[in-house]
């Protein structure tokens, strides 16, 4: 089993940046290949970024491309979410998410554990 905690969220206005943190506890954090999803109100969720084992491969979409990296800390069990340049079609709760499988099972939603979420809002 492995325990996700999302934070970081919050109000920022558009142009500003934060930065989202998932602390995992559990199995082997290493062992796990990480992302990060979103869901806007009435939308459902999205893939945003991935982040290999190692954290050498990474996957970012095309619409945060630029403006969003993923980075994890392994000796931490800590995966980033580096947000700059926030919209307010950004605004969405953010999940963090672990796959036993490869980056690329991330990016298809094949995901072993989701976190809770964390609540980011962008005013314009």
């Known amino acids: 089993q492995v325990q996700l905690v999302e934070s970081g969220g919050g109000l920022v206005q558009a142009g500003g940046s934060l930065r989202l943190s998932c602390a995992a506890s559990g199995r082997s954090f290493s062992s796990y290949a990480m992302g990060w999803f979103r869901q806007a109100p009435g939308k459902e969720r999205e893939f945003v970024a991935a982040i290999s084992r190692g954290g050498a491969s990474t996957y970012v979409r095309d619409a945060v491309k630029g403006r969003f990296t993923i980075s994890r800390d392994n000796a931490e069990n800590t995966v980033y979410l580096h947000m700059n340049s926030l919209k307010p079609e950004d605004t969405a709760i953010y999940y963090c998410?672990?796959?036993?499988?490869?980056?690329?099972?991330?990016?298809?939603?094949?995901?072993?554990?989701w976190g809770q979420g964390t609540q980011v809002t962008v005013s314009s």
């Open positions: 998410a672990a796959s036993t499988g490869v980056t690329l099972s991330i990016k298809r939603g094949n995901i072993d554990y």
